[in-house]
C-alpha cells in the first residue's frame, strides 16, 4: 500500500520553527488527500492540518491556523508542514496520513495511510 515516511521533527525553543516533510511512495499517490495529526503523550490523536489533492485547498485547525503553512510537491511526492511561531502546547509525535475519500477530514480516524511519526518538542 501507500507508505508514508516523515522527518524534520526535533527540539525547538518556543517561538521558534520547524519544517516537517513527509515522503509518499505507493500507488495512486495524485488521488490523495494528505494531511498531518499528532497525538502528545496521554492525548487523543489531534487534526492539524491538510491539503486536498483537488485543487490543493488547505485546512487547519483552529489551533495552528496562522502559523503553519501545510503545501505538497505533487511530482516528487512529498508533503510539507512549515511550524513558525511553535508553542509548547504543539509539542507531540507528528504523523503523516492520507485520506483517498474528499470529506471529512479533519477526523483523523478516517485516514487510510499513517506514516511512523517524527517528533516535535518545543521546550525553553
Known amino acids: 500500500q501507500v507508505r508514508l515516511v516523515e522527518s524534520g521533527g526535533g527540539l525547538v525553543q518556543p517561538g521558534g520553527s520547524l519544517r516537517l516533510s513527509c515522503a509518499a511512495s505507493?500507488?495512486?499517490?495524485?488521488?490523495?488527500?494528505m494531511g498531518w495529526i499528532r497525538q502528545a503523550p496521554g492525548r487523543e490523536r489531534e487534526f492539524v492540518s491538510v491539503?486536498?489533492?483537488?485543487?490543493?485547498?488547505?485546512y487547519y485547525s483552529d489551533s495552528v491556523k496562522g502559523r503553519f503553512t501545510i503545501s505538497r510537491d505533487n511530482t516528487k511526492n512529498i508533503l510539507y508542514l512549515q511550524m513558525n511561531s511553535l508553542k509548547p502546547e504543539d509539542t507531540a509525535m507528528y504523523y503523516c496520513?492520507?485520506?483517498?475519500?474528499?470529506?471529512?477530514?479533519?477526523?483523523?480516524?478516517?485516514?487510510?495511510?499513517w506514516g511512523r511519526g517524527t517528533q516535535v518538542t518545543v521546550s525553553s
Open positions: 505507493g500507488p495512486s499517490l495524485s488521488s490523495l488527500n
Open positions: 491539503i486536498t489533492w483537488a485543487g490543493a485547498q488547505p
Open positions: 496520513a492520507a485520506r483517498r475519500k474528499d470529506y471529512d477530514l479533519m477526523n483523523p480516524s478516517g485516514y487510510d495511510y
